[in-house]
Structures are given as structure tokens and as C-alpha cells.
């Protein structure tokens, strides 16, 4: 609940600097989404801030699914191909997007991290699974209507495990890769 009540702040913050330098066209805020979860059963939800003058962009998300795909369950947890369910209760996360261009559009490159809580099901037992994690992202944010409003961005990136991050069920260990891929795309809209 803690984690919840951050995360609203932060938003708030980020809603307050937007009203105080809403005169320049460089800033602003948007509220995004990756279609990613949505496509796989989860849900994802953020906003970000656009600093005015400024390359840069920050953001939050909490992000949560569950994997069904056999090859999706090997490719995040090791021995995952056993399990009979792999689940992202929550993913909550900060990110630090910096554009090639001032006007936020286009190319840009950033990094993530957060905390994530997974669930995993095997022989009838249940654990869960916490990790830290960073994540090198690159990307291309297109605007299709001008330099605001529906925005339509997609990525590439890494998720590198900063945890243990592993339980034992029925005396089998399972284990997050340390290394995860994470390709989405993003729909936002931005104010």
C-alpha cells in the first residue's frame, strides 16, 4: 500500500510542475500506457513529465500480467517451462527518458527501475517472487496529430535483475533470468 500511495504523490508532483511551466511548448505532461500488458491479460498505467527546455522526460507506472506462453515462462523465470503459472502481480516503476530532439519527438534513449512482485504456480504450490530491477530502453516517440495530444511510442530494452529473486516449490528452484528482454509499445496522450 505504501508502494500505491508513493506512486500517487508522484504523480501529483509531476501534475503540479506541469500547471507551473504550462507556457512553454516544450513541457507538459501525458498519461500512457503499454499495450504490451493489455495484450497479455495485465494492465498498465503512468504519466510522465516533460521539463520544459530540456531534452528530458520523467515518468511512472505500475504495470502488472500473466504469462500463459510456455516460451514466456522459460524465457523469465529458469526451469519456467515447469510451471504452471507465471504471474506479474505488480511491476512499479521510475523512468528518465532523454530525447534527441527538444520538442519530445523522435528518438530517444532512457532507463528504468522499480520493484516488481511475480506469483508462480508448481504441483499445486504457490510462492512469490520479489525483485529490484534497471532497465536500458531506446525508442521512438511519434506524435501523429502534431507535437501533442495521441502519442505512439515503441521501444526496445533490457531488464537486468538486481535481486536473488527466486523460490523453491516442491523442492524445485526457480529462478529469474538475469537477463530479461522487454519490447512494447506505448499509447499516451499528452497535455
Keep these: 500500500m505504501k508502494k500505491i500511495i508513493a506512486l500517487t504523490i508522484s504523480f501529483m508532483f509531476l501534475l503540479l510542475n506541469n500547471k507551473i511551466h504550462s507556457q512553454d511548448g516544450t513541457g507538459g505532461l501525458s498519461i500512457e500506457s ?67 530532439n527538444m520538442d519530445k519527438e523522435g528518438f530517444y534513449g532512457g532507463v528504468r527501475i522499480g520493484y516488481e512482485e511475480w506469483t508462480i ?28 495530444g495521441l502519442m505512439i511510442h515503441p521501444y526496445l530494452g533490457a531488464i537486468f535483475i538486481l535481486g536473488e529473486g527466486e523460490a523453491i516449490l516442491a523442492d524445485e528452484t526457480f529462478k529469474l533470468n538475469s537477463v530479461l528482454p522487454n519490447p512494447g509499445i506505448i499509447i499516451g496522450w499528452r497535455i
Excluded at 61 to 86: C, H, I, R
Excluded at 121 to 127: I, L, R
Design 34 to 100: 503499454s499495450i504490451t500488458y493489455w495484450l497479455s491479460d495485465g494492465y498498465s498505467i503512468g504519466a510522465s513529465y516533460f521539463k520544459p527546455n530540456s531534452h528530458f522526460s520523467f515518468g511512472s507506472s505500475v504495470e502488472g500480467l500473466t504469462y500463459t506462453n510456455e516460451n514466456l515462462k522459460e524465457t523469465v523465470f529458469k526451469n519456467g517451462e515447469n510451471l504452471e503459472q507465471v504471474r506479474l502481480r505488480y511491476l512499479i516503476r521510475t523512468e528518465v527518458r532523454y530525447y534527441l
Design 121 to 148: 504456480k508448481f504441483n499445486g504450490f504457490e510462492a512469490s517472487v520479489d525483485d529490484s530491477f534497471m532497465s536500458p530502453i531506446v525508442g521512438y516517440c511519434w506524435y501523429p496529430w502534431g507535437k501533442k
